[in-house]
């Protein structure tokens, strides 16, 4: 099993920044990939950025030059910083890891950009 916890939601105003981290444990064999999708009220969860085992990256057009996703590998951590956060990003962020075994989710965090 894996175990994938979320930190660094909260309340921010607008054009400010966070930093979210994802912690991953357990049973972690061979990442094809790890994400941060979001989830906002009444909307379908939405890829935000994601990082292949190689290192390339992939953003969602609305978060391209503001949000960046990096891995540390040796401590199993996933981050995602973001910058310039607009009302629009306001959602419940969630961790994704995939990989050869089982696609897994975290229990997501919470970013509200009030203006």
């Known amino acids: 099993q894996v175990q994938l916890v979320e930190s660094g939601g909260g309340l921010v105003q607008v054009g400010g920044s966070l930093r979210l981290s994802c912690a991953a444990s357990g049973s972690i064999f061979s990442i094809n990939a790890m994400g941060w999708y979001r989830q906002a009220p009444g909307k379908q969860r939405e890829l935000v950025a994601a990082i292949t085992n190689g290192g390339r990256r992939n953003y969602a057009d609305s978060v391209k030059g503001r949000f960046t996703i990096s891995r540390d590998r040796s401590k199993n951590t996933l981050y995602l910083q973001m910058n310039s956060l607009k009302p629009e990003d306001t959602a419940v962020y969630y961790c994704?890891?995939?990989?050869?075994?089982?696609?897994?989710w975290g229990q997501g965090t919470q970013v509200t950009v009030s203006s």
């Open positions: 994704n890891l995939d990989q050869r075994v089982g696609n897994y």
